[in-house]
């Protein structure tokens, strides 16, 4: 029993060091330690990207084709969550009074890439590669943090299991 408390204190000292030192990276303005410092992330399109705050009219225009909706009262703010479901992937549109503002974006399979061309399917260590050892850990996905947004990228068996923009 004490062993398993010893265990359990040792992890916790860990983990917490991880986060600080990620947290100070952060202050330093070290997004990415031994990459380029990113400001936020976007998914591309040619030479268009959108983004997490971006104004839904911008973002629908660029990813055009068919979607078919689903609107919900937001569990994150006031107003309602539109959720766009395209063959490929899913956005989530924040919208209130003020304005309609995308607050999340995920991917649905492997026919799609993020701007730095990572996709659902890719190793854990082209994740590392790509994006540095600059991560908070969120469960089994790697949380990589924007100036307003994040990138979750899951990983299931040393794979990307999955790829989500989403806001702060």
């Known amino acids: 029993m004490l ?20 947290e100070e ?14 400001q936020d992330y976007s998914y ?11 104004t839904a009219a911008e973002a629908l225009q660029l990813l ?20 766009y479901y395209y063959q490929n992937l899913t956005l989530v549109v924040l919208n209130t009074e003020k304005e309609k503002i995308v607050s ?17 399917g890719d190793p854990y260590a082209k994740v590392i590669d790509t994006y540095g050892e600059d991560y908070l850990i969120e469960g089994t996905a790697l949380n990589y943090q924007g100036n307003k947004m994040q990138l979750v990228i899951g ?14």
Do not use: H, W
């Not at 999340?104 to 659902?120: C, H, M, P, W």
């Open 3 to 22: 062993l398993c408390f010893l265990m359990l204190l040792m992890i916790s000292a860990l983990c917490g060091c991880i986060k600080k030192e990620a």
């Open 155 to 168: 990983i299931k068996d040393q794979k990307v299991d999955s790829v989500t923009y989403k806001s702060k």
């Open 64 to 83: 055009g084709g068919e979607y078919e909706t689903y609107e919900a009262p937001s569990c994150a703010a006031e107003g309602t969550d539109v959720f």
């Open 44 to 54: 591309r399109i040619g030479d268009k990207s959108v983004y997490v705050g971006q």
């Open 104 to 120: 999340q974006l995920y991917f649905k399979n492997d026919s799609v890439a993020t701007a730095e061309g990572l996709r659902i």
């Open 25 to 38: 990276n952060r202050a330093k303005g070290n997004q990415n330690i031994g990459k380029e410092t990113r």
